[in-house]
């Protein structure tokens, strides 16, 4: 039975304490619905805003560059983050961390839409990376901490598929609101979604956060803020180099990004608690299906940043067209992820991980038959399928592969650094992907110009699939899924059962052991026996 709902500090109904909380109840629909908010919220920007470059672009009179950081801004700051904003709602409780997110996620979002310029655009899309890795960590984590463990499978089953159904009509309401209203309003719709979602979590979400957190974690802040220049630096230099050239205001900061690579490796060796503990490398599979993950959603990234240019600048399509003409590989994801999930618990995740890629890559070739006066039917859509079957066959296995090659214990360690993997992966291949092909600053500015590129560019992303699947079909054992040593023998729980991302996996924080910051009624005397 539930606890009787209890007051916090200002005000606040506390509701059932955390592990408790029964998703039939009213409050387990709440904590459900404000998870979906939250998360749904940041998995709409990553997809509705590659939907708005061409209008930003003309609007802000900015070229291929500020398009480009546009889109990496936000992916820098949230594949830096991420893994420390999981670490700080442990800490500090999860319930807090995830709204201080959502509200930096709004107030940046906000400073998006009302941007004068492209520098303010970049600075904005930055900060909500930062309010991503807050707030994206948070919403599964939540789940997992305050439901009865019971209800917790269903619950993610609820959260999962509500978010697909949040990732599928994103790219919709992304073309119609720029169509209508004006790019703008693709951020401004964060501002009240964030405003009803916060007021759930202070009123109906318990707060948790992990046993012994205190004082026994501490946070690595220095390997945070080194990966991220890091990847600032080398990203810089890829975005100028096709203006610039070969200046020192290229070479420079390549060079210092590599640099400070290193030294975040070095100073992940020396900590005791690292932010990427350089020995989980050391577990062969673990490596090996990371570096498949790479491979694919680099792959992913670049494709899904020129393929929505393409369609607008090339083939002529509206904002609303060109977002409901990707919707075939959401929709197939949302349809089949958990078909795939189990084909791979069944036959091995050796197999899947091999042919999707492949497929993958054949979508992505048919996308150069794409240009003026192209048909959506006989030449968008087959693309477009191919490519989510690709997407379909291989995602689930990927995402239960990972979890799979470590202990139980280090399950949301291994999830986080893999969704990080696949998120500073499209982050490179966004900035580098561009120059492999021979884009110009102006390139986005004449279809004919764009095309050509357009069809450098889909071979190389094939070709990164491609050495990906080599990787899966040499490294990957079939048996990961099906572990016999005792202590291994826990089945893997891949989370993105009824849907799988398609910008990075998806998260799986671990098992929690729930805490209350809350105070808790006194211990009973046990019942005295009859003398």
Not at 4 to 25: D, F, I, K, Q, Y
Request: aromatic share 6%; glycine share 12%; net charge neutral.
């Amino acid at each position: 039975m539930d606890d009787p709902a209890r007051s916090e500090p200002g005000g606040a109904v506390a509701g059932s304490a955390p592990g408790r909380v029964r998703l039939a109840s009213s409050q387990g629909h709440w904590v459900l619905t404000t998870t979906v908010l939250g998360s749904g919220m940041a998995m709409l920007d990553s997809t509705v805003v590659n939907v708005a470059l061409p209008r930003i672009g003309a609007d802000l009179n900015a070229d291929l560059a500020v398009l480009q950081w546009t889109v990496t801004a936000y992916m820098l700051t949230l594949s830096a983050l991420i893994l420390l904003g999981g670490a700080l709602g442990d800490r500090f409780g999860r319930r807090r961390v995830f709204v201080i997110g959502v509200v930096w996620f709004a107030v940046a979002s906000l400073l998006c839409g009302l941007a004068p310029g492209p520098g303010v655009l970049i600075t904005a899309r930055a900060l909500q990376g930062v309010g991503g890795a807050l707030l994206t960590p948070g919403s599964l984590a939540l789940i997992q901490a305050v439901f009865h463990p019971d209800d917790r499978a269903r619950a993610v089953g609820a959260w999962s598929g509500l978010g697909g159904v949040a990732a599928a009509i994103g790219p919709f309401v992304g073309g119609w609101l720029v169509d209508g209203a004006g790019w703008r309003w693709v951020f401004f719709l964060n501002v009240p979604v964030a405003a009803a979602c916060v007021p759930i979590a202070l009123r109906h979400v318990p707060e948790t956060r992990e046993r012994g957190a205190g004082g026994a974690h501490g946070f690595d802040v220095a390997g945070a803020v080194l990966g991220a220049l890091a990847l600032a630096g080398v990203t810089y230099a890829l975005i100028a180099a096709p203006g610039r050239g070969a200046a020192p205001g290229v070479i420079v900061p390549a060079v210092a990004g590599v640099l400070l690579g290193v030294a975040f490796l070095r100073v992940e060796r020396r900590r005791a608690d690292p932010m990427l503990p350089p020995k989980i490398f050391a577990i062969r599979q673990f490596s090996a299906v990371n570096a498949v993950t790479v491979c694919v959603y680099a792959a992913f990234g670049g494709f899904f940043f020129l393929s929505v240019l393409q369609l607008q600048v090339v083939a002529g399509y509206s904002a609303l067209q060109a977002g409901t003409a990707l919707l075939p590989t959401t929709v197939l994801m949302l349809l089949l992820s958990a078909r795939s999930g189990e084909l791979g618990q069944r036959i091995g995740p050796r197999i899947p991980l091999t042919v999707g890629p492949v497929l993958c890559a054949a979508g992505m070739l048919l996308m150069t038959r794409v240009g003026p006066g192209t048909s959506y039917v006989a030449d968008v859509l087959p693309a477009l399928v191919v490519l989510g079957a690709g997407m379909v066959t291989l995602v689930a296995p990927l995402t239960a592969t990972v979890l799979a090659s470590v202990d139980v214990d280090r399950a949301g360690l291994a999830s986080g650094i893999n969704n990080a993997a696949a998120r500073a992966a499209g982050l490179v291949a966004v900035a580098a992907l561009p120059l492999l092909a021979g884009m110009g600053p102006e390139a986005y500015r004449s279809a004919p110009t764009f095309a050509a590129a357009f069809r450098r560019a889909m071979p190389l992303c094939a070709a990164v699939l491609l050495v990906g699947a080599l990787i899966a079909w040499l490294t990957v054992r079939n048996d990961v899924l099906h572990p016999t040593e005792p202590e291994t023998a826990e089945p893997c729980h891949a989370e993105c059962t009824y849907h799988c991302g398609v910008t990075a996996p998806p998260l799986d924080p671990g098992e929690h052991t729930p805490t209350t910051t809350q105070p808790q009624p006194p211990p009973q005397s046990p019942p005295q026996s009859p003398a």
